[in-house]
């Protein structure tokens, strides 16, 4: 049995006492081959995920309905979140291991079966998605009835993205950037800048206001050339952003934009933004993941579910027969929590049918990983992510937030930029520790696979960079900067220039 203690760092060693021999003794009271195990001891940190404290993930739907193991590769995965099983007596962790190793499996059937929002899918397209896009859709509500900003439930309550010593040095960057276009009379009548996921404005207020501090200061007349496009999916976030900025309301404009397709609604900026920025937004997209184990490459896919004992609740709480609660769930989601008849219990109901959510994982076989591509708008496929991935690293494909980065690379200008603030794994050694995904409110947070933003850059011609946030201490913030290949190594060459003429001063 291969065991992955991905709660180191997080753990103490007296955490395990009860959990790594319940392990052992939970294997021999199964007739399984303990080769074709594998056990995972993650530190789940998100106080609300999608987890249970012990789970089991089998390799293929048809062993899980069947109980026939004839294929030769792996047959499970035992998952343990160690920060809250490590409470558990050893005895309980036992039981529950075998019991869902038992029925993950077919080989006793589960008659207690959770309520399923959905059939087994890709984890992009799994209904955890639409319970985040209609809380943005409906943050309004939301944020009345429970009376608190959704920006509350961000780490220590604050976003890098408002950070001012960060934007400053990124100003700076885009002014001299501007000065070399407008000396070669290639700067456009139009300044395009754009905004993805605005948030509260806060982020839009923070770069106007260094900008217009910067052109003060150097004695430049390009703000009133800037085109400021705030987009966001929340007509809600866009009302309270447009407000913020109501100072540079000639150069500010809203727009309502599907971040799964950007490309769809701003194809007349093709080619024309010089600086894009976006802050906790790719985190916030759906995503699939990969895992390799010997010589095949597995997904998992999910089925969103709610325990017996949480359907019950709910039922009794809101009124709503249990037949009819996954009914009542697809129509609040479709329609709006007003759908309820009653706006305060319809929010109410959503949010606690959220908090229930649990994801189980099965994991299907890839057979031809390299038909597949990573995202429709470039030519990299999956067996290139998986050539040097180590077995049973499981790791994000960042699939829709990949699709996203690749469309609005086609926006930029030829000198312009893309920096992203987000929650980037910088290597593939960091998913030795869970990555998500979490829940914060009603929304989603996951990490980024960084590597992967390089190599879809790389495969476009850009030059990306991922490097960590250094401007707050304990932030878990990594910035992508995307520039054309080109345009980056000409300001490398003319940077080196530099320096030899100060040299030969």
């Not at 080769?35 to 993930?57: E, G, I």
């Not at 501007?178 to 290639?186: A, G």
């Not at 003319?494 to 001063?505: I, R, T």
Request: hydrophobic share 40%; glycine share 6%.
């Amino acid at each position: 049995m291969v065991i992955q203690l991905s709660c180191i760092g997080r753990a103490k060693p007296e955490d395990l006492h009860e959990i790594l021999p319940a392990i052992a003794e939970a294997a021999a009271a199964v007739d399984l081959d303990h080769s074709r195990l594998a056990a995972v001891l993650d530190w789940v940190q998100y106080r609300k995920n999608f987890r249970a404290p012990v789970m089991v993930r089998p390799f293929g739907r048809e062993t899980m309905r069947t109980g026939r193991f004839e294929d030769p590769g792996p047959l499970a995965e035992i998952a343990i979140d160690v920060r809250r099983a490590k409470d558990m007596a050893c005895s309980e962790l036992v039981a529950q291991i075998v019991d869902r190793l038992s029925k993950a499996l077919g080989i006793i059937p589960d008659v207690h079966e959770c309520i399923h929002l959905e059939e087994w899918v890709r984890p992009s397209k799994s209904v955890m998605w639409s319970f985040n896009r209609s809380y943005w859709r409906h943050l309004g509500a939301w944020d009345e009835i429970f009376q608190k900003d959704y920006a509350s439930a961000l780490p220590g309550g604050v976003s890098d993205g408002t950070n001012g010593a960060f934007w400053d040095e990124q100003i700076q960057t885009f002014m001299r950037t501007l000065d070399r276009l407008d000396e070669w009379s290639e700067l456009p009548d139009e300044i395009h800048v754009l905004e993805f996921g605005v948030g509260d404005g806060q982020q839009a207020k923070v770069w106007l206001d260094a900008f217009a501090r910067a052109c003060r200061e150097q004695d430049r007349d390009y703000l009133s050339r800037v085109r400021y496009l705030m987009a966001d999916y929340s007509p809600h976030v866009l009302e309270i952003a447009r407000r913020r900025v109501a100072d540079y309301a000639d150069q500010v404009e809203g727009l309502e934009l599907d971040f799964r397709n950007p490309i769809h609604g701003l194809a007349h900026l093709r080619g024309k933004v010089l600086f894009a920025h976006t802050c906790n937004l790719y985190d916030n997209l759906p995503t699939d993941e990969l895992m390799r184990v010997g010589d095949r490459a597995y997904e998992p896919l999910v089925r969103a579910s709610i325990t017996p004992g949480e359907t019950t609740e709910l039922a009794e709480r809101f009124g709503v027969p249990e037949h009819e609660l996954v009914k009542t769930v697809q129509e609040v989601l479709r329609h709006g929590p007003e759908v309820f008849g009653d706006l305060d219990q319809g929010v109410r109901f959503w949010s606690d049918v959220w908090d229930a959510v649990h994801l189980e994982e099965v994991y299907e076989e890839i057979p031809t990983p390299a038909a597949i591509r990573v995202a429709p708008s470039v030519e990299l496929h999956l067996d290139e992510l998986l050539e040097d991935l180590p077995e049973w690293t499981r790791v994000h494909a960042s699939t829709v937030a990949v699709e996203s980065f690749a469309q609005t690379l086609a926006l930029l200008h030829h000198e312009g930029v893309l920096v992203a603030q987000d929650l980037f794994v910088r290597e593939t050694g960091q998913y030795g520790s869970f990555r998500g995904p979490g829940k914060l409110e009603g929304s989603i947070v996951n990490w980024l696979n960084g590597p992967v933003f390089q190599r879809v850059g790389e495969r476009s011609g850009f030059r990306v960079g991922v490097e960590p946030f250094p401007y707050r201490e304990g932030s878990n913030t990594v910035v992508l900067t995307a520039r054309h290949r080109d345009a980056y190594e000409g300001r490398a060459n003319a940077a080196a220039s530099d320096e030899l003429a100060l040299a030969g001063a």
